[in-house]
């Protein structure tokens, strides 16, 4: 009997883990095509934004953090992103990256919040 209800606790927590990386892998396809309207339907309806030299921005609505984003992938270059790392624990997760433009790389940290079983961008920070 314990090994039952291990077993289907073992099979619960690896379907949540499933879904979890399954949608920070369509937030890493958006990335990837350097298209901040297909990264913009991820994103919170406020997004707080922090774009390498400039001051951190709280609460950007998401249409703003939209335009922002476009202006500095126009701005860039930005081609790709490359993921390094996820993790997280409970309704937060984080995406570790690198965006690439050929020459340079910049790092970016997302952090991703569960918002009616959809993993929404709540912070974004390019260094």
Do not use: P, W
Request: proline share 0%; charged share 30%; net charge positive.
């Amino acid at each position: 009997m314990r090994k039952i209800i291990f077993l289907l606790c073992l099979m619960i927590g690896a379907g949540v883990t499933v879904k979890a990386q399954s949608e920070t892998d369509r937030v890493v396809k958006a990335f990837k095509t350097g298209n901040a309207e297909l990264i913009a339907e991820h994103f919170d309806e406020f997004v707080d934004l922090k774009l390498l030299d400039k001051d951190e921005v709280k609460n950007m609505s998401k249409n703003q953090a939209e335009l922002a984003l476009k202006s500095f992938f126009t701005e860039k270059e930005i081609k790709g992103f490359d993921k390094v790392s996820e993790g997280g624990k409970g309704n937060l997760q984080y995406l570790l990256g690198k965006l690439t433009n050929g020459n340079k790389v910049f790092s970016i940290t997302i952090q991703l919040k569960q918002k009616a079983g959809i993993l929404h961008i709540i912070t974004m920070r390019i260094s």
